[in-house]
Nanobody
Framework: QVQLVESGGGLVQSGGSLRLSCAAS????????MGWFRQPAGKQREMVAI???????TYLDSVKGRFAISRDNAKNTVYLQMNSLKPEDTAVYYC????????WGQGTQVTVSS
């Protein structure tokens, strides 16, 4: 059974930083896409950043230059370093894993105050 456990959300002032972590268990292969999505209140879920097993990344335009995704394949863990946070980054952030089917974490709240 695949499980994704997220940590690192919270409340931060505009311009601050947070680091999200997501540890995957039950998925033993390394050739997977991992990433982060977010869902602001009342809006649709959107892709924030994804990374494949080779380290290639894709970012939402609005976070380019501010967020950085990375992964530790030995630990089956993906990270999202978020810098220069803005109030519009406020959302529930979800860890994502694709092994041929999609898996989602439980979500962690990120709130950026102005």
């Amino acid at each position: 059974q695949v499980q994704l456990v997220e940590s690192g959300g919270g409340l931060v002032q505009s311009g601050g930083s947070l680091r999200l972590s997501c540890a995957a268990s039950g998925a033993t292969g390394r050739g997977y896409v991992m990433g982060w999505f977010r869902q602001p209140a009342g809006k649709q879920r959107e892709m924030v950043a994804i990374i494949n097993s080779g380290g290639s990344t894709t970012y939402l335009d609005s976070v380019k230059g501010r967020f950085a995704i990375s992964r530790d394949n030995a630990k089956n863990t993906v990270y999202l370093q978020m810098n220069s946070l803005k109030p519009e980054d406020t959302a529930v952030y979800y860890c994502y894993l694709n092994t041929g089917r999609d898996y989602w974490g439980q979500g962690t709240q990120v709130t950026v105050s102005s």
